[in-house]
């Protein structure tokens, strides 16, 4: 990596160049990324590659009349003092806030440039037009929230985030709900059945793991299989599998972890009641993200949740 401060006035024209390139992509990359589930947020990163693809042939331009047709490619990770970006396609999806931040973040570092750049150059053109570039940068925010007033009125803004919340609901919300209340309701039959059965925490801890595990497992691997996502919306498969098993996992390890305690019948007690808690949080996030009445998802969870447990306990103790 070469120091900025080396670069000469040719290699500091390319390297705005290529920076106004990759930040016009960017811009294409986030309007593609939103144009199906938010079409006015894309509407508005195409206006602001528009914006850079104007910045990138005044350069152009600029770079011809001065040093001729051939453009070196030097790019941002060829000089130090750049910031990391992870690629947007690696990063994806990203909410339309974190899209907004990454957007400053990148107009900030370019603006930066600009100005640094202004100050080494001894041409009077060059040094005019790096000027004017650092001025717009300066006002592209600005200009981003002028553009978002007539593209994103409140009732837009309002239906997009209604849009958003509907789909980490259906990508990560029901996954991850399914995969919790199989974990928290199905391993307690075979848990408190092994712990009465044999009066031993220890045991009851092996029968709990192994049985969190597997349905972890088995629940991971199902729903990562029961549709690509490409037609119901609901995301990449195995990001949807790998929540939907983990927390399957963690929901049947909350009352196998008390089974730890020696003292057998202070096992049991504290699993009975982690098991409440987790019945709580299951009501509630059926509440909070499934729009079901506090009353009604408290009572199929309580019930179906006392039904497996009688169950275990039945068994168990026969």
């Avoid at 100005?115 to 080494?120: P, Q, S, V």
């Avoid at 309701?185 to 045991?203: K, Q, Y």
């Avoid at 990562?224 to 929540?243: E, F, M, Q, Y």
């Avoid at 927390?247 to 196998?256: L, P, Q, R, S, Y």
């Amino acid at each position: 990596m070469k120091k900025f401060e080396t670069l000469t006035e040719r290699e500091v024209l390319a390297l705005a160049i290529s920076l106004e390139e990759e930040d016009e992509r960017v811009y294409a990359d986030f309007a593609e990324g939103v144009r199906q589930d938010y079409p006015a947020s894309a509407t508005l990163f195409d206006a602001m590659r528009e914006q850079e693809s104007g910045h990138r042939q005044r350069l152009i331009e600029l770079y011809r009349q001065r040093f001729g047709e051939h453009i070196p490619l030097i790019r941002r990770q060829d000089v130090r003092g750049f910031a990391f970006r992870a690629p947007v396609w690696l990063t994806s999806p990203l909410s339309l806030e974190t899209i907004r931040k990454h957007a400053g973040a990148m107009e900030m570092e370019t603006r930066r440039f600009y100005e640094k750049a202004a100050l080494r150059t001894e041409d009077a053109s060059t040094r005019q037009l790096l000027d004017n570039l650092a001025n717009e940068e300066r006002s592209h925010e600005q200009y981003a929230a002028e553009l978002e007033k007539k593209i994103l009125p409140a009732n837009v803004k309002a239906d997009e985030a209604e849009a958003q919340r509907r789909l980490f609901v259906l990508q990560i919300v029901q996954p991850g709900l399914a995969g919790l209340m199989d974990g928290s309701v199905s391993t307690l039959a075979p848990v408190f059945a092994a712990a009465l059965a044999t009066r031993n925490s220890w045991d009851a801890f092996l029968v709990g793991l192994a049985a969190s595990t597997g349905a972890g497992i088995s629940m991971g691997f199902a729903e990562a299989l029961s549709d690509d996502g490409s037609l119901t919306g609901r995301g990449h498969p195995w990001i949807r599998g790998i929540v939907c098993g983990a927390m399957t996992a963690v929901g049947g390890i909350g009352h196998t972890l008390p089974f730890l305690i020696h003292d057998f019948h202070l096992a049991m007690v504290i699993a009975a009641l982690v098991v409440v808690v987790e019945l709580g949080i299951i009501t509630w996030i059926r509440k909070k993200y499934m729009d079901t009445p506090i009353f009604s998802a408290a009572l199929q969870v309580g019930l179906g949740g006392a039904l497996v447990f009688l169950t275990g306990v039945l068994i168990g103790s026969s």
